[in-house]
């Protein structure tokens, strides 16, 4: 089974919402009445664990505000996959967002060092075998998470992560 990261674009007064009763989440990320994903959704696919990584040049650690882009934020309710859902506010996005504008595909694809991340253990761990076709991969995920921050930022919005 394949652990996909998803990133869901909100506004505050829906944060407030799940805030308030998390119970409400798993029925707004998985619709029973098969309309899709919600609004403002992204998928990355398997490419979270690498993003992260890129960003932060750790595994699983990092420094606000790059950590909060794909690992970060505050845990939400109970396991929607891969565990809880976590919540970014409207000023940690802004936060995100304001790094970002500056790490366009090609700064990041300086970092892209497909041996060390398979020795990092990166998921899903086929890095060297993929080799620059690893990198595209990614750099297709990391460009349409760039744009989301972005947009999501210039409307205020609110962020939940999960993976599934």
């Given at each position: 089974m394949s652990m996909i990261g998803n990133l869901v674009a909100i506004s505050p007064q829906e944060l407030e919402t799940f805030v308030a009763a998390p119970?409400?989440?798993?029925?707004?990320?998985?619709?029973?009445?098969?309309?899709?994903?919600?609004?403002n959704h992204l998928d990355v696919d398997k490419a979270w664990h690498a993003i992260h990584y890129l960003l932060n040049g750790k595994t699983w650690e990092g420094a606000a505000p790059l950590f909060h882009t794909i690992l970060g934020g505050e845990e939400i309710g109970e396991d929607v996959g891969y565990g809880p859902a976590r919540f970014l506010t409207?000023?940690?996005?802004k936060a995100v967002a304001s790094e970002l504008i500056?790490?366009?595909?090609?700064?990041?694809?300086?970092?892209?060092?497909?041996?060390?991340m398979d020795a990092a253990e990166i998921y899903p761990q086929t890095w060297t075998r993929d080799g620059k076709d690893g990198w595209e991969y990614v750099r297709h995920y990391y460009e349409q998470l760039r744009e989301f921050y972005l947009k999501a930022s210039e409307r205020g919005d609110a962020v939940i992560l999960y993976v599934n």
């Open positions: 119970d409400s989440l798993p029925a707004f990320l998985y619709p029973d009445d098969s309309v899709g994903d919600p609004a409207p000023s940690q996005v500056g790490l366009t595909p090609d700064a990041v694809s300086a970092r892209f060092e497909p041996t060390a």
